[in-house]
């Protein structure tokens, strides 16, 4: 009778491997996903960046050409206030000389009045009409120029306020001019600002759906190899599990127990007797069957075909009284093997005591 099993312990290496070469394409193919996460994150940030630099940038030139055509126009205003406190100041320069020249007239008339009427009192009556005829020819006179003064007082506020308004005229169309010529400027540079910054993004766009391509296309080679590696692990396991050779191996062995002893009883063929071997481990009995098959054919004179295949086939059984160990003996019976293992005596068994720990003075610990 032949045993043709595998032992639990290859059988539960080849399940190890299986689940670690699943495992191991799991995670790759996770760190692969997670490269392609990494790299879209990557790109919209960048995205992102130049988005925020190009806003930034109108913002701060919109800025800055609103506050050169705030500073052209509070310059035009500026002007305009000077042009007007200049000519407030002119009128009344006019109105005070043109008041002074009539207060003159006024007090010169006033003394000349008086000096005739205090040296031709006595001739009063006789000069009377003379010096009717007199001041009114003077009033007349004066009269004239105080009017000729007036006029060209006016004259001149005319062509003052005139002069007022062209410059004023002059300061509106420069600035306008001014004016347009900055916003005309500005509205070229954002346009060539808006040019580049649309050049940049479509190259972006581009080296990202490249970068994004060569990343899917490694990505995908690197999935399809691990999928490969993977089916061929998964084929070679399931090769394993149908080959008679791997299969988990039966010993037909049971315990029994008796007062003074454990038995345990096997079926090994007669031929692999030699190779039985049994120990006690911890509280545990263990039977081991090492076994090893060659064979050689020859094909043709000096062509020989051969293999050969070595197995272990152990099994363990828990013990419930403590055993000696070196009085352990095994028979053979035919196909049969009994391995005898003696009790120890109750009274001479004695379970290990604990130690306790000695008592010791407290102290602080140390750094």
Request: glycine share 4%.
């Amino acid at each position: 009778m032949s045993i043709d099993r595998l032992s639990p312990s290859n059988t539960d290496k080849s399940n190890v491997q299986a689940g670690a070469a699943e495992r191991e394409a799991n995670f790759r193919i996770s760190a692969a996903n997670k490269g392609i996460e990494t790299a879209q994150l990557q790109v919209n940030e960048s995205l992102n960046q130049i988005r925020d630099a190009y806003e930034k940038q109108a913002s701060s030139q919109e800025l800055r050409n609103e506050s050169g055509l705030e500073n052209q126009k509070l310059k035009g205003y500026e002007q305009i206030r000077e042009m007007q406190r200049a000519q407030q100041a002119e009128l009344r320069r006019l109105k005070q000389d043109g008041e002074r020249e009539l207060s003159k007239v006024q007090e010169h008339y006033r003394n000349a009045s008086h000096s005739t009427e205090r040296d031709t009192r006595e001739h009063l009556k006789e000069l009377q009409k003379q010096d009717n005829t007199q001041l009114e020819f003077t009033r007349k006179a004066y009269k004239s120029e105080l009017e000729d003064g007036e006029a060209q007082h006016v004259h001149q506020v005319a062509l003052s306020r005139q002069k007022s308004i062209e410059q004023i005229e002059k300061i509106n169309n420069s600035s306008k001019n001014q004016i347009e010529q900055i916003r005309t400027s500005y509205q070229e540079a954002a346009e060539r600002t808006q040019e580049k910054l649309a050049d940049q993004l479509q190259k972006t766009y581009t080296n990202t759906e490249v970068s994004l391509s060569k990343i899917q296309q490694k990505s995908a080679n690197q999935i399809r190899e691990i999928r490969e590696d993977t089916a061929y692990k998964l084929s070679a396991y399931n090769s394993r599990q149908s080959d008679p050779f791997y299969k988990l191996g039966n010993l037909n062995a049971h315990l029994r127990e008796t007062e003074d002893a454990f038995i345990l009883t096997a079926i090994i063929p007669e031929y692999e007797q030699n190779h039985v071997s049994a120990s006690i481990k911890g509280n545990n009995l263990v039977i081991t069957v090492n076994r090893k098959n060659e064979e050689e054919l020859q094909l043709a004179p000096g062509h020989y075909l051969g293999s050969a295949s070595f197995q272990a086939l152990h099994e363990s059984f828990p013990l419930s009284w403590p055993v000696d160990s070196s009085r352990l003996s095994k028979e053979f019976d035919g196909d049969e093997v009994l391995i005898h293992v003696p009790k120890k005596n109750e009274y001479a068994f004695k379970a290990p005591e604990p130690k306790l720990p000695e008592r010791v003075r407290a102290e602080g610990p140390h750094f």
